[in-house]
T-cell receptor, first 114, second 115 residues
């Protein structure tokens, strides 16, 4: 069975600060990796995804994530956050060796102060 | 393109009562998921459908939860009888890519409060 750990549950930053949210997963085979975001009052939506190829993936709104296979990690980064980035961020992993069940981490609440 | 529709948005019931949630996925999306999201936690998969067949329901508490997807389109999730610990947001999601490799499109969720 797969599992996902997000180590930062609450992050508070000032605008223009850099962001890195940690995500580690546990699974013995090949995985698909995702970051989803939920802005206040809105539904969950995809931020970026990794299936294969270049381990550095770029998503919407200037976000990027790097897959490090040896560390079972898929950390999310943004060089300069904005107030509008205030949201909940969820890392998700999907093992490709079985029924492709998308498993989510518990999420990180990001608050950006203007 | 219309998104995933869910209803009701909010429901308050007393324990031991029953409740049903409805989901209409994006047109043409064959795969449908129901997730339970308890406050402070990430979404937990309850059941996964491919068309009108169940792919995985291993985490569905079958003594009280049931779900169906008739005709491979709309889906209903039922809880009977409800317990206090069922208080959560129930999320429906769909994808066009079949099982695996697909971005999930989520509805706004149905928030259940059990008193």
């Amino acid at each position: 069975a797969q599992s996902v750990s997000q180590h930062n549950h609450h992050v508070i930053l000032s605008e223009a600060a850099s962001l890195e949210l940690g995500c580690n997963y546990s699974y013995g085979g090949t995985v698909n990796l995702f970051w989803y975001v939920q802005y206040p009052g809105q539904h969950l939506q995809l931020l970026l995804k990794y299936f294969s190829g270049d381990p550095l993936v770029k998503g919407i709104k200037g976000f990027e994530a790097e897959f490090i296979k040896s560390k079972f990690s898929f950390n999310l980064r943004k060089p300069s956050v904005q107030w509008s980035d205030t949201a909940e961020y969820f890392c998700a992993v999907e093992g490709t060796g079985g029924s492709y069940i998308p498993t989510f981490g518990r999420g990180t609440s990001l608050i950006v102060h203007p | 393109e219309a998104g995933v529709a869910q209803s009701p948005r909010y429901k308050i019931i007393e324990k031991r009562q029953s409740v049903a949630f409805w989901c209409n996925p994006i047109s043409g999306h064959a795969t449908l998921y129901w997730y339970q999201q308890i406050l402070g936690q990430g979404p937990k998969l309850l059941i996964q459908f491919q068309n009108n067949g169940v792919v995985d329901d291993s985490q569905l508490p079958k003594d009280r939860f049931s779900a169906e997807r008739l005709k491979g389109v709309d889906s209903t999730l039922k809880i009977q009888p409800a317990k206090l610990e069922d208080s959560a947001v129930y999320l429906c999601a769909s994808t066009s890519k079949g099982v695996g490799r697909g971005e999930l499109f989520f509805g706004e969720g149905s928030r259940l409060t059990v008193l």
